[in-house]
């Protein structure tokens, strides 16, 4: 079984599915109701769980009843959690607010994400005690863990030889991304991805330092580049029921299908497979199920 650490941000989602978006100063009345644990980091982590590999959340909680909902979900789902906030301290948990379209399927998030606090750095012998990882990924959410978690990376492979693949997920640039993605042996990019002072995303990226880029397109095929070499993934046609999550789906099995050795492509087929399975599915967890048949 591989180790995939997922390195950033956890949210409490409250989804709402409505035949309708309201209107300036109007309330609609919505068909479901999910709450889950949400975030890039956190979502990719159940991803990789559901895969049968081994998934440790690297993330900040804290001690409030929010946090306890969502590290709930996430122990649910075979998640191991390693909250670097101290134990017993609060931390303001972002509650993100969800509509699904119940019509096309599409979602409209408001959420804080990470801005309502910064997470502390974990410790390195809180890291060191964790099981050693075959990929990290990173999503940015949280600069100090995020900075944390590559320098014991670094240590890692200056003590030992071994280095765990690193995987970026950049959905949109961060300052942080600067520093991280020299490190990056694979930075995933979404069709919306800019990187300062670069027309071009991909070579952007690469300029800075990655070594091999995957760019998603949403239903369209997926784009890969890796020593001097491209490609393209074609994404199986879903009806798209429930798009919430399908870019963190896509990274948590791309994380995964790397941590078990194959080439970049295959890894790309394997993710777009999983994101169009949570596309044609309504709610964030009950699809989980198909990753298993």
């Given at each position: ?33 999910d709450v889950a644990a949400g975030g890039p ?164 990226a690469l300029a800075h330092g990655a070594h ?82």
């Amino acid at each position: 079984m591989a180790v995939c650490w997922c390195v950033g941000l956890t949210t409490l989602d409250v989804v709402h599915r409505a035949a309708a978006r309201p209107g300036r100063d109007e309330k609609v009345t919505a068909v479901r109701q999910d709450v889950a644990a949400g975030g890039p980091a956190a979502n990719a982590a159940v991803v990789v769980a559901a895969l049968r590999e081994q998934a440790v959340l690297v993330t900040a909680l804290g001690g409030g009843p929010v946090a306890t909902a969502a590290r709930a979900d996430l122990e649910a789902h075979g998640v191991r959690v390693h909250d670097v906030v101290a134990a017993g301290e609060d931390f303001p948990l972002a509650v993100s607010a969800v509509l699904v379209d119940d019509a096309t399927g599409e979602r409209s998030v408001v959420s804080a994400d990470a801005a309502l606090a910064t997470a502390p750095a974990p410790a390195p012998e809180a890291l060191e005690a964790l099981p050693a990882p075959d990929v990290v990924l990173l999503d940015g959410h949280h600069p100090e863990v995020a900075r944390a978690v590559l320098a014991h990376v670094l240590a890692r492979t200056e003590a030992s030889g071994e280095r765990p693949l690193v995987v970026l997920d950049a959905g949109r640039w961060r300052p942080v991304f600067a520093e991280l993605l020299p490190a990056a042996d694979v930075a995933a990019l979404s069709a919306d991805f800019t990187v300062p002072d670069h027309d071009d995303p991909v070579a952007g990226a690469l300029a800075h330092g990655a070594h091999r880029v995957v760019v998603t397109h949403g239903p369209d095929p997926v784009e890969w580049f890796a020593d001097g070499r491209s490609g393209i993934v074609p994404v199986p046609r879903a009806d798209a029921r429930d798009t919430l999550g399908a870019g963190d789906a896509f990274h948590g099995a791309l994380a995964a299908a790397l941590a078990q050795g194959v080439t970049l492509a295959d890894a790309c087929t394997v993710a777009a497979d999983v994101a169009s399975t949570r596309v044609a599915h309504v709610g964030p967890r009950a699809w989980l199920a198909e990753l298993g048949r």
